[in-house]
DNA sequence: GTCTATACATGGATAGAC
DNA sequence: GTCTATCCATGTATAGAC
C-alpha cells in the first residue's frame, strides 16, 4: 500500500531509471536485476516503470544508447578538425573511445568483472553494435582523407573502418578480461602489453600505415587502467 | 496425470534432451524456450529434466560445448599431417570448420535467422568463447610450424592464433548478417564477397603469408551457403 | 539410478484506478 | 501521466514412485 514518492518531487523520471538501470546493471548483471530493483531504487512502481519502456530489454538498450551517443558527441567533430593530419585524428578517435571508457570505469572496477560475466553477453553485444554503427561513418570519413593524401594505402573506407572497429574492440576486451585476471592469476604486464601490440600492428598493416604510428600512447592508457583497477574505486559517482 | 512415455523405451536421454534444447533454441532462441518446451519434446517431465542438467543454462552449456567438440575432433589432427604444408594445413582448418558450419545448418537456414537476433548473443558468446579456448592452441602448433619453415613471419604463435581465429568468427558473423539480409536488402554478392577478402588478406598480412594464399575456395563457400539459404532447409534432420 | 507429480517463488507484464 | 493491484508464465526445487 505505501505509496512510493509523490510524483511532483520528480523531473526526468525516464532519466532516473535509466541511471538506476546502470548502476544496477554494471553492479549485479543484466538478468540478476529485477525490473523491481530499479523501480525500487528510484521509489517508484512497477506500472510506471512500464509506462515509460516497453520492458526490461528497452532500459537495456536505452542505458547502451545513452552511453554510446555521449561517445559519438565526442569524436564526430574530428574529421572536420584542419591542424590535424590523417593519422593524428585515427590516434585522437581511439583516444577519445578509450578515455571515455576510462571516465565510466570509475564507478566500476567491480564493473568491468561483471559486464563481463558470461550472462551479460548482451549487454557487450548490444553496446558493440550501436557504437560500431555510429563510429563506422566517422572513422571512414578519416580513413578516406588518409588515402586520398596518400598516407594510408586501404580498400573500401567503410569496411576498413569496421574492421578496425571490430578490432579495437575486441583489444579492448581483451585486455580488460587480462587485467582483471590478473588479480588471481599473475601474467606479466609485458606479455599483457604486447598482446596489444599485436592489434595495433594489425590496425596499422589494414591501414598501411607506419609501424607503431598508431595510438603511441597506449602504454600509458594501460598502465591508468591497472592503477585504476588496483586501487578500487577511483572516485564516487552521486548521480 | 498422463505419465509421459515409460523409462524403458529410453537410452541416452541426457543426450536426448541436449538435442531438443538445440533444435529449440537454434529456432526459438534461448530466452524463448521455456525448460517445459524441451521436456515436452522428449516426453519427460521436469524432474527428469533436473536431474540431468542443473538448470537451463546448464543445457546451452552441454549444447554448446557439444557442436564445439564435435569440431574439435575434425581439426586437432591438422598440425600432425605431414603431408600438408603449413598453409595447407590452414587452409584445412578454416575448410574443417566452415564445412562443419555448413552441414549444421541444414536444420536451420531459418536457425541463422534465430541464432543473431539479440537476445541470443549469449549462444553466440559461449560458442564463440569455447571455440577460440579449443581451437587456439591448434592452430597455434600449425603456425609455430609454419615460422619454423620459415613460410609465416609472424609473433608469438598462441596471440596470432587467437587473433586469426578472433578474425575467423568476425568475418562468419559478418557474412551471415549479410547473407541473411541480401533477401530484404539487395547488397551486392560481389560486395560481399570483396568484404570478405578484406578478413581474408588481413589474415595474410597477420600471418606474413602471400596474398591469396589462406583459404582461395571461400568464394565457392560462400555461394553453396548462399545456395542453401535461397532455397531453404537442404535436408531434414531426424536424430 | 531414473523419473513423475507437484509446489513455490520470482519477476515480467497489464488493466484500470486516480 | 502516474501508479496500485493483479495476473500468469516459467525457472527452480523437492518428495517420493518405480
Redesign the pocket.
Known amino acids: ?1 505505501a ?5 511532483e518531487a ?1 523531473e526526468d ?1 525516464r532519466g532516473e531509471l535509466i541511471e538506476a538501470a546502470w548502476r544496477l546493471f554494471s553492479t549485479a548483471g543484466y538478468d540478476a536485476t ?3 530493483a530499479i523501480i525500487d531504487a528510484v521509489g ?5 516503470f ?2 515509460y519502456f516497453n ?2 530489454e528497452d532500459v537495456l538498450d536505452a542505458v547502451v544508447g545513452r552511453m554510446v551517443d555521449e561517445m559519438a558527441l565526442e569524436i564526430e567533430g574530428i574529421p572536420r578538425m584542419s591542424d590535424l593530419s590523417p593519422m593524428e585524428k585515427i590516434n585522437r578517435f581511439m583516444e577519445s573511445i578509450s578515455s571515455w571508457k576510462l571516465a565510466h570505469l570509475d564507478i566500476l572496477s567491480e564493473a568491468v568483472k561483471v559486464i563481463y560475466r558470461d550472462e551479460n553477453a548482451i549487454i557487450r553485444y548490444k553496446m558493440n553494435r550501436k557504437a560500431l554503427r555510429e563510429f563506422t561513418p566517422v572513422l571512414a570519413e578519416i580513413i578516406r582523407q588518409g588515402i586520398e593524401e596518400g598516407v594510408f594505402e586501404a580498400g573500401e573506407p567503410e569496411d576498413t573502418a569496421e574492421l578496425i572497429l571490430l578490432l579495437s574492440n575486441a583489444m579492448a576486451e581483451r585486455q580488460a578480461s587480462d587485467l582483471v585476471r590478473r588479480e588471481e592469476d599473475s601474467e606479466s604486464a609485458q606479455r599483457i602489453l604486447h598482446r596489444a601490440q599485436l592489434y595495433l600492428g594489425t590496425m596499422e598493416k589494414i591501414l598501411g600505415a607506419p609501424a607503431s604510428s598508431i595510438y603511441p600512447l597506449y602504454d600509458k592508457r594501460i598502465e591508468e587502467l591497472e592503477q585504476a583497477l588496483k586501487s578500487g574505486k577511483v572516485k564516487e559517482n552521486g548521480a
Open positions: 500500500m505509496r512510493p514518492r509523490k510524483a520528480r523520471t529485477p525490473v523491481e517508484l512502481s512497477k506500472g510506471a512500464y509506462y520492458g526490461k
